[in-house]
Nanobody
Framework: QVQLAESGGGLVQAGGSLTLSCVRS????????LGWYRQAPGQQCELVAT???????HYADYVEGRCTLSRDNAWNSIYLQMNNLKAEETATYYC??????????????WGQGTQVTVSS
């Protein structure tokens, strides 16, 4: 069973920085993508950044230039460095992995989330 554990959230002032971490446990036949999403109270979940198996990284327009997503070589951990944070980015940040548990068994897992609060 694949599990994801996020850490690194907290309270930061507007303009500050945080680095979120996500560690994956449990084996997968093939990882297709790893990524970060966020959900603010009363809002829909939205993409922050993802990295795919080919190494391509995609950032949402609203974080482009302020966030950097990185991963370890084994695809077991991903990190999200966020700079110049804004109050409206207060949300619970979730780690997500998509891939295959076997050649034909698709898997899509989410972590429990880590809270990021940006004070203005």
């Amino acid at each position: 069973q694949v599990q994801l554990a996020e850490s690194g959230g907290g309270l930061v002032q507007a303009g500050g920085s945080l680095t979120l971490s996500c560690v994956r446990s449990g084996s997968m036949f093939r990882v297709v993508s790893l990524g970060w999403y966020r959900q603010a109270p009363g809002q829909q979940c939205e993409l922050v950044a993802t990295v795919n198996a080919g190494g391509g990284t995609h950032y949402a327009d609203y974080v482009e230039g302020r966030c950097t997503l990185s991963r370890d070589n084994a695809w077991n951990s991903i990190y999200l460095q966020m700079n110049n944070l804004k109050a409206e980015e207060t949300a619970t940040y979730y780690c997500n992995v998509q891939g295959y548990l076997s050649p034909t068994s698709w898997d899509d897992d989410w972590g429990q989330g880590t809270q990021v609060t940006v004070s203005s």
